[in-house]
């Protein structure tokens, strides 16, 4: 119905940056949130970034004035620009976007890219 892919994971040394990229596709009606999650083996899955429709982002304290989230609605597409990577950014990061879907006023619903990993090390 509706598909999130990701892209733009890979090996970075600390200090360093990366920028990734979601593409959302499929029955898409509207997209009123934005977001990407990181998580580890063993531990939840954690916001790391979110952008509304109008424009208004949210980031965790780890990612403030590092990381900067940007989306282009007309794409459907968001972007995660990582800065001065950290050993401990080391996670699977998560593409999600709250979709409406179904005819008629539809329903508001969750989805999540497969993942893809980000590697820093020291």
């Known amino acids: 119905q509706v598909r999130l892919v990701e892209s733009g994971g890979g090996l970075v040394q600390s200090g360093e940056s990366l920028k990734l990229s979601c593409a959302a596709s499929?029955?898409?009606?509207?997209?009123?949130?934005m977001a990407w999650y990181r998580q580890t083996p063993g531990n939840e899955r954690e916001l790391v970034a979110a952008?509304?429709?109008?424009?208004?982002?949210n980031y965790r304290d780890f990612a403030k004035g590092r990381f900067t989230i940007s989306r282009d609605s007309d794409k459907n597409t968001v972007d995660l620009q990582m800065t001065n990577l950290k050993p401990e950014d080391t996670a699977i990061y998560y593409c999600?976007?709250?979709?409406?879907?179904?005819?008629?006023?539809?329903?508001?619903?969750?989805?999540w890219g497969l993942g893809i990993e980000v590697t820093v090390s020291s």
């Open positions: 499929g029955a898409i009606r509207g997209i009123s949130l």
């Open positions: 952008v509304r429709s109008d424009g208004t982002t």
């Open positions: 999600n976007a709250n979709v409406r879907v179904g005819p008629g006023w539809g329903t508001w619903n969750d989805f």
